[in-house]
T-cell receptor, first 114, second 109 residues
Framework: GAGVSQTPSNKVTEKGKYVELRCDPISGHTALYWYRQSLGQGPEFLIY????????DSGLPNDRFFAVRPEGSVSTLKIQRTERGDSAVYLC????????????FGPGTRLTVL | KNEVEQSPQNLTAQEGEFITINCSYSVGISALHWLQQHPGGGIVSLFM???GKKKHGRLIATINIQEKHSSLHITASHPRDSAVYIC???????????FGTGTSLTVIP
């Protein structure tokens, strides 16, 4: 596609529920990043994929968070047993091959946990 | 601990003014990224720098590796420049970018 897309744009869920957030990167980009942005803060790194593998998942806050990219393109961020503190905008970015390549960001998914 | 500090946090300018936004970082980096985020909108990449200076239209970005400092300049500012400007750094050869909290710019007509 022309840019990075994310779905849904907004997600409201109840505490304890499971959610999945989807990211479609720019076609041909091998690197994919997930970030979380809380109100008034800069984005915070969660996980980085190079191809199908999670090359760096050191930013995932705990084991309730998991992400996959089974075919090296679309990625899904999965959050189990959601908590109110998980409420944030979840951003996805892709770059041609990672490293210092320019990252292109999606519009984000606003997650609200009630 | 915040590896990236931006100043000012908020900035209001009159249309036409020259604007400078600063970014300081505390560790060695291999790249620095300036990003623009409009309210309710996505993040757009402005510049990726590892040394020197880059210019695109009315935007100029500079970096001083020795001083661990970068500046983003906007010449002849316009209300459509109103946005949050975010600095992000790549530390060493790692995969993570560390982001500042952003500078919120409002340009008044």
């Amino acid at each position: 596609g022309a840019g990075v897309s994310q779905t849904p744009s907004n997600k409201v869920t109840e505490k304890g529920k499971y959610v999945e957030l989807r990211c479609d990167p720019i076609s041909g980009h091998t690197a994919l990043y997930w970030y979380r942005q809380s109100l008034g803060q800069g984005p915070e790194f969660l996980i980085y994929f190079q191809g199908t593998g999670a090359a760096d998942d050191s930013g995932l806050p705990n084991d309730r968070f998991f992400a996959v990219r089974p075919e090296g393109s679309v990625s899904t961020l999965k959050i189990q047993r959601t908590e109110r503190g998980d409420s944030a905008v979840y951003l996805c970015a892709s770059s041609r091959s990672g490293g210092a390549d320019t990252q292109y960001f999606g519009p984000g998914t606003r997650l609200t946990v009630l | 601990k915040n590896e990236v500090e931006q100043s000012p946090q908020n900035l209001t300018a009159q249309e036409g003014e020259f604007i400078t936004i600063n970014c300081s970082y505390s560790v060695g980096i291999s790249a620095l990224h300036w990003l623009q985020q409009h309210p309710g909108g996505g993040i757009v990449s402005l510049f990726m720098l590892s040394s020197g200076k880059k210019k695109h239209g009315r935007l100029i970005a500079t970096i001083n590796i020795q001083e661990k400092h970068s500046s983003l300049h906007i010449t002849a500012s316009h209300p459509r420049d109103s946005a949050v400007y975010i600095c992000a750094v790549r530390i060493g050869t790692g995969n993570q970018f560390y982001f500042g909290t952003g500078t919120s710019l409002t340009v008044i007509p």
